[in-house]
């Protein structure tokens, strides 16, 4: 079955930034986008961004545009997010997840980045 | 309004009955998807579509949309749906998707 495993734990300093890995298995890689959702402590999801896996096409939140971005490496099947000039607001835990456009469908486990000085 | 209102927190008793709601303009045009996310666990696909179950998903969970509202309801709520519950969609215009603000279920 398809799998979302992504990479570990992060803790950066304000004005930092981080680059978190999300690695497909179990289906052709171009075949569907990948967005990345992230979950800020006690709150709700909030969406970052989309990737066509096999465009590359990208789309961001408003919010975040200017200090995010999203590519694929197709060689091995991994999105990666990049968040640029870290604050505070952005310590959350970031899922990436297999978009199907209807839903999305499975979730990775999720990356857990702490932003502190 | 691209914006999903849901309600903060519903409680249901062991094996009653509870609907979730998800009230927004775009549900006029889009049908809503449903998470369910347990305590210390990323989310899941529960419901999609018009009343589409994934896989593995019981079938005491349906879903339902009337106007600007969607509906999740579960008959006979179990002590292991205690959870939040999102509502979410793609708005394919502007080509972004947008999540309720979460309802937390207690049974």
């Known amino acids: 079955q398809v799998q979302l495993v992504q990479s570990g734990t992060e803790m950066k300093m304000p004005g930092a930034s981080v680059n978190v890995s999300c690695k497909v298995s179990g289906q052709i890689f171009s075949l569907y986008g990948i967005t990345w959702v992230r979950q800020a402590p006690g709150q709700g999801l909030e969406w970052i961004g989309w990737?066509?896996?096999?465009?590359?096409?990208?789309n961001y939140s408003p919010k975040l545009r200017g200090r995010v971005s999203v590519n694929t490496d197709r060689s091995t099947s991994t999105v990666h997010l990049e968040l640029r000039n870290l604050i505070s607001d952005d310590t959350a835990i970031y899922y990436c997840?297999?978009?199907?456009?209807?839903?999305?469908?499975?979730w990775g486990q999720g990356t857990l980045v702490t932003v502190s000085s | 309004s691209s914006e999903l209102t849901q309600d903060p927190a519903v409680s249901v008793v062991l094996g009653q009955t509870v609907s979730i709601t998800c009230q927004g303009d775009?549900?006029?045009?889009?049908?809503a998807s449903w998470y369910q996310q347990k305590s210390g666990q990323a989310p899941i696909l529960l419901m999609y579509?018009?009343?589409n179950r994934p896989s593995g998903i019981p079938d005491r969970f349906s879903g339902s949309t009337s106007g600007d509202t969607a509906s999740l309801t579960i008959i006979g709520a179990q002590a292991e749906d205690e959870a939040d519950y999102y509502c979410?969609?793609?708005?394919?215009?502007?080509?972004?998707?947008?999540f309720g603000g979460g309802t937390r279920l207690t049974v």
């Open positions: 990737i066509s896996a096999n465009t590359a096409k990208t």
């Open positions: 979410g969609f793609r708005d394919k215009s502007r080509n972004y998707r947008v």
């Open positions: 775009s549900l006029r045009n889009y049908f």
């Open positions: 579509g018009k009343n």
């Open positions: 997840a297999r978009d199907m456009g209807d839903r999305i469908d499975p």
